[in-house]
């Protein structure tokens, strides 16, 4: 069975600061894809990003980043220069294999609290 | 673009009352459609999930149903509501053959 683990349940950091959400994740499936979700206060979901099992390469956008490490089935994000607007709960999510036509339901995990201070 | 719809954003409801929450999708076809439930304080729980009209698969067995009359169109409903059914509803759709699922805003019921 497929899990995600977030240990971290409220994160509360000055405006700024780096900051790093962690996530580790369980699958049986060689093949499998990860995301992470932004959910601010209004409550509707954001995509931030997937990556797929077979591309381990870190990925930069803006602020974020995001570290895939396979070895020790983690999938870290990073937010750098913090700021008031990242506060938000955020979800990292897991999909396993895709077959065509087919679904597969999202497994979360419980998401950390990002509370950033002015 | 794609644009998913949720509705009623509110919703307040006795116990033992009926429920009827709709989903509908814009802008593509044939896609996947998902609901969801976030209880307070915990993670989202996928509830069902369809890949056509008229074809539900079901992940949690409870008093809740789905339907989809229409290939962008996802109903979520209940006979009888519980105490325990309050929480927040997302539905979500994806593209077939893909495997990012995109959320609507949600609907947040409280049973009393």
């Known amino acids: 069975a497929q899990k995600v683990t977030q240990a971290q349940t409220e994160i509360s950091v000055v405006e700024k600061e780096d900051v790093t959400l962690d996530c580790v994740y369980e699958?049986?499936?060689?093949?499998?894809?990860l995301f992470w979700y932004k959910q601010p206060p209004s409550g509707e979901l954001v995509f931030l990003i997937r990556?797929?099992?077979?591309?381990?390469q870190n990925e930069i956008s803006g602020r974020y980043s995001w570290n895939f490490q396979k070895s020790t089935s983690s999938f870290n994000f990073t937010i750098t220069a913090s700021q008031v607007v990242d506060s938000a709960v955020y979800f990292c999510?897991?999909?396993?294999?895709?077959?065509?036509?087919?679904?597969?339901?999202?497994?979360f995990g419980k998401g950390t609290h990002l509370i950033i201070q002015p | 673009s794609q644009t998913i719809h949720q509705w009623p954003a509110t919703l307040v409801q006795p116990v033992g009352s009926p429920l009827s929450l709709e989903c509908t999708v814009e802008?593509?076809?044939?896609?996947?459609l998902y609901w969801y439930r976030q209880a307070a304080g915990r993670g989202l729980q996928l509830l069902f999930y369809?890949?056509?009209?008229?074809?539900i698969s079901s992940e949690v067995p409870q008093n809740l149903s789905a339907s989809r009359p229409q290939d962008r169109q996802f109903i979520l409903s209940s006979k009888k509501l519980l105490l325990s059914d309050s929480g927040f509803y997302l539905c979500?759709?994806?593209?077939?053959?893909?495997?990012?699922?995109?959320f609507g805003p949600g609907t947040r019921l409280l049973v009393l």
């Open positions: 802008g593509t076809s044939n896609p996947n």
């Open positions: 369809s890949v056509g009209i008229g074809q």
């Open positions: 999510a897991l999909s396993e294999r895709y077959s065509g036509g087919g679904a597969d339901g999202l497994t």
């Open positions: 699958t049986r499936d060689t093949t499998y894809y």
């Open positions: 979500a759709w994806s593209r077939r053959g893909g495997e990012t699922q995109y």
């Open positions: 990556r797929n099992s077979f591309d381990e």
